[in-house]
Nanobody, 115 residues
Framework: QVQVVESGGGSVQPGGSLRLSCKAS????????VGWYRQAPGNRREWLATITTRGDIVYVTSVKGRFTISRDNAENTVYLQMNSLKPEDTALYYC?????????WGQGTQVTVSS
């Protein structure tokens, strides 16, 4: 079993930055990849970025160059650095730890971008 907890959301003005954290616990060695997703009201959950245990990284085109996914193995934490935030980035942000047994989602952290 793996548990993940997201943190770091908040309210920010357009052009601002936030760093989200996804801290994992439990059977850490079973995790194959961690991904960040978001869901805005009325929209489907959208995949943003993934980092694998090998260190491979992929992004959705819409956030490439603005968002950076990284990890701190010592802290069992994956980060999502978000720069140049736009109002359309407003959403509930989730992380998911994928294992061979399935997906492990957190409760999400809210990001609101407005002036």
């Amino acid at each position: 079993q793996v548990q993940v907890v997201e943190s770091g959301g908040g309210s920010v003005q357009p052009g601002g930055s936030l760093r989200l954290s996804c801290k994992a616990s439990g059977d850490i060695t079973s995790i194959g990849a961690v991904g960040w997703y978001r869901q805005a009201p009325g929209n489907r959950r959208e995949w943003l970025a993934t980092i694998t245990t090998r260190g491979d990284i992929v992004y959705v085109t819409s956030v490439k160059g603005r968002f950076t996914i990284s990890r701190d193995n010592a802290e069992n934490t994956v980060y999502l650095q978000m720069n140049s935030l736009k109002p359309e980035d407003t959403a509930l942000y989730y992380c998911n730890a994928a294992t061979r047994l399935g997906d492990n989602w957190g409760q999400g952290t809210q990001v609101t971008v407005s002036s």
